[in-house]
């Protein structure tokens, strides 16, 4: 594998990994976020306290283009504007409540983490082999504490897949400490991955 394909792997699992973090928020909501143009930019300009600017910047459009949607005077965006208005309410919708899921997941409650993925910490010819495997498992508060800590920072691809793939072999392979506990776990080739606080 070149260092292309790589970065291209990179970014897909990161992709997925912030996904599944975002699908498990969006679960949580009590009430659905706007589905309509113009309702999902009444809902950006309140949240920027009416700023057209501060709305247009972060969706990549003009001001006037925000203030067609505003007043309803243009009501189907093109699909790129359609994504990024579904991504920034999203984003913005119900702090609260994101917060206090966030919090209870890193203070008692961790998460729950399934996924198909490569996992290997054995020698080949053995039950213990490397193989596409589906797990769900239970991830404790502490590394979920971290995962949440490192996405808010901006981690890198490297670090997030890390903090991922050591919540999973602590949980899953290690259980624990027992008998595995020094083992090295190898996680990659990630299929789907799906969270839930």
Do not use: N
Request: charged share 25%.
């Amino acid at each position: 594998m070149d260092d292309q394909q790589r970065a291209r792997a990179s970014a897909l699992l990161r992709h997925k990994l912030f996904d599944g973090l975002g699908r498990a928020e969006r679960a949580l909501f009590t009430r659905p976020a706007p589905k309509s143009a113009q309702a999902q930019m009444k809902f950006l300009l309140t949240r920027a306290k009416g700023s057209t600017k501060a709305v247009a910047e972060r969706l990549g459009v003009s001001r006037r283009t925000v203030e067609r949607y505003r007043s309803g005077a243009a009501k189907k965006p093109q699909k790129r504007l359609q994504e990024a208005l579904v991504q920034e309410t999203e984003s913005q919708w119900q702090p609260q409540v994101r917060a206090q899921a966030r919090q209870r997941a890193g203070s008692s409650a961790g998460f729950i983490i399934s996924c198909r993925a490569y996992f290997g910490f054995g020698p080949e010819g053995t039950s213990d082999a490397g193989r596409v495997r589906d797990i769900m498992v239970a991830v404790s508060s502490s590394h979920a504490r971290a995962i949440l800590a490192a996405q808010e920072s901006g981690a890198t691809d490297k670090d997030l897949h890390a903090l991922v793939a050591e919540a999973i072999a602590d949980a899953y392979f290690r259980q624990g400490g027992g008998g595995r506990a020094g083992v090295e776990v190898q996680f990659a080739d990630v299929e789907w991955l799906d969270i839930k606080f």
